[in-house]
């Protein structure tokens, strides 16, 4: 399976500012998500992020509040813009392996909005 | 379109006792279901899959789970619960667009 690391692993961050999260992972993968899970909550997925081209985002998620780049198949970042204490959620990372029908997770990252 | 429903957001089991967790799924195809923890700060772990094939499927730490086509179902179990199985558990279902479908999740107390 794969190992994925996301940066940062927390973080607390003041309302209308911006963060943005890392998701490397150790070998080229085809297909990468983003979630959230709100607390308590489970997860919602809020985008594939797809190499070369825009994201496809789920419904009740824009690009405007969540950019998403994936420069190549290693790589990705999700960016949470304009934060208001509603977006204090974990954000994780996740690569779908074809071979093996699964997708494995990131560690997530852990944000909180004052 | 594929969902998945979890009874009991929260179950509490003594150590050494049977852990049960429930899992009823819907599909209209032929399912992929899955089995993830999560513990304490931490990210989610694949514990188990079904695919194709036995339906009876083994995982990790001890788990495992049976497919029921006739009652939808994808229940956890361990024989024997320890300390360390406390954490939140997630079934999961592939859609048909390729994207897991959650669960609302199980949170899984064991007690002294």
């Known amino acids: 399976s794969a190992v994925i690391s996301q940066k940062p692993s927390r973080d607390i961050c003041q309302r209308g500012t911006s963060l943005t999260i890392q998701c490397q992972v150790d070998?080229?993968?085809?297909?990468m998500f983003w979630y959230r899970q709100q607390p308590g909550q489970s997860l919602t997925l809020i985008a594939t992020?797809?190499?070369?081209?825009?994201?496809?985002?789920e419904s009740g998620f824009v690009i405007d509040k969540f950019p998403i780049s994936r420069p190549n198949l290693t790589f990705s970042t999700l960016t949470v813009s304009n934060m208001s204490p509603e977006d204090s959620s974990i954000y994780l990372c996740?690569?779908?392996?074809?071979?093996?029908?699964?997708?494995?997770f990131g560690p997530g990252t852990r944000l909180t909005v004052l | 379109a594929q969902s998945v429903t979890q009874l009991g957001s929260h179950v509490s089991v003594s150590e050494g006792a049977l852990v049960l967790l429930r899992c009823n799924y819907s599909?209209?195809?032929?399912?992929?279901l899955f089995w993830y923890v999560q513990y304490p700060n931490q990210g989610l772990q694949l514990l188990l899959k079904y695919t194709t094939g036995a339906t009876l499927v083994k995982g990790i730490n001890g788990f495992e789970a049976e497919f029921k086509k006739s009652e939808t179902s994808f229940h956890l179990t361990k024989p024997s619960a320890h300390m360390s199985d406390a954490a939140e558990y997630f079934c999961a279902v592939y859609n048909q667009g390729g994207k897991l479908i959650f669960g609302q999740g199980t949170e899984l107390s064991v007690k002294p």
């Open positions: 996740s690569v779908g392996d074809f071979a093996e029908d699964t997708q494995y």
């Open positions: 992020a797809n190499q070369g081209s825009e994201a496809t985002y």
């Open positions: 070998s080229q993968v085809t297909m």
């Open positions: 599909s209209s195809v032929p399912p992929y």
